[in-house]
C-alpha cells in the first residue's frame, strides 16, 4: 500500500497535468490553430462592422502568420 504522502503526490501531480492540459487547449494560438482568426484595427479587436469603415487597413492574425488588408465592401447580416 502507497504511503499517504506519495499518493498525495500522485495526486497533486495528476491535477497539474490536467490543469496543463486545460491552459494548452484554451491558449490563444492553439486556437487560432483551429481555424479561427483575431482581427484588428490600431491596436483594438474589431467586434462589429460598425467598428471598421471602408478603405481603412485592418490585421488579421491566424495561427501561422498575419494578413493585412484593406476594407472593400461592408454588408450587415440578414437578421
Known amino acids: 500500500m502507497l504511503g499517504q ?3 498525495y503526490r500522485i495526486h497533486s501531480e495528476n491535477e ?6 486545460l491552459l494548452d487547449a484554451y491558449s490563444p494560438l492553439k486556437i487560432l490553430l ?3 482568426s483575431l482581427t484588428r484595427m490600431d491596436g483594438h479587436c474589431l467586434k462589429s462592422i460598425n467598428d471598421v469603415e471602408v478603405n481603412e487597413m485592418i ?3 491566424l495561427g501561422d502568420g498575419e494578413l493585412y488588408s484593406k476594407v472593400l465592401k461592408k454588408e450587415k447580416n440578414h437578421e
Open 5 to 7: 504522502t506519495k499518493q
Open 34 to 36: 483551429r481555424g479561427y
Open 59 to 61: 490585421v488579421t492574425t
Open 16 to 21: 497539474l497535468s490536467k490543469r496543463i492540459q
